[in-house]
């Protein structure tokens, strides 16, 4: 039922896109080209257990499926004060030095960085700032990936991970945002 409601409405686009200019048909069919897949159920939840380079848990995940994108929650301990980026990578492989995980998770063939205007990668997300204590609770959500199987979905066939570097997030240097080493690991599953 759902199925046949979507195909429906992607009907009706259709038959408005070819109302309005070939410009803003353009760039509304990119956004669209990004969208989270719409057969992921809302509330489907992964999560990921972040370990560091001894294999020691420095943090768990909580990842939920919204109507608007991935909600992820993350409670931080013990990992060294400061700035840190945070990124989805591409493989679900948290084997120290963490290259097991590859890049960064981008199936829509962009460069990194949310302020480089090649980008940005699906896997992108903000950096996290960890206090004196190495104790923080971390919210956000990302608009770029779903709970899926295919496409920009976390859990598609080689699975992704969530990783923490030593450094920030430049948000603009290709490919990883001049973020350093890899310090923390979590494979993302259900
Ligand atoms: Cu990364």
């Known amino acids: 039922m759902r199925r046949s409601l979507a195909v429906l409405c992607s009907a009706t686009t259709l038959a408005l896109a070819a109302c309005v200019n070939p410009q803003v048909r353009a760039a509304r069919e990119a956004t669209e080209a990004q969208a989270p897949a ?3 159920a809302v509330g ?3 999560r990921a257990d972040l370990r560091d380079l001894q294999g020691a848990l420095v943090g768990t995940a909580t990842l939920q499926q919204t109507a608007h994108g ?3 929650t993350a409670d931080i301990a013990n990992l060294p004060p400061g700035t840190h980026a945070i990124h989805f990578h591409a493989v679900g492989r948290c084997e120290p030095p ?4 590859g890049g960064h ?3 829509n063939a962009r460069q990194h960085g949310i302020r480089n205007e090649m ?4 896997g992108d997300l903000p950096n996290i700032h960890v206090p004196a204590s190495g104790t923080a609770r971390i919210d956000m959500i990302s608009r770029d990936v779903s709970l899926g199987t295919t496409g920009n979905g976390l859990l598609d066939a080689d699975g992704t991970s969530l990783v923490v570097h030593a450094l920030a997030d430049d948000y603009r240097t290709d ?4 973020s350093g080493d890899r310090i923390a ?4 599953a259900r």
């Open 105 to 107: 998770f981008n199936p």
């Open 70 to 72: 991935v909600l992820v």
């Open 44 to 46: 489907a939840s992964a």
């Open 98 to 101: 963490f290259q097991t995980a």
């Open 175 to 178: 490919p990883s945002g001049a």
């Open 119 to 122: 980008g940005h990668h699906a």
């Open 185 to 188: 690991c979590g494979v993302v």
């Open 38 to 40: 719409t057969t992921t």
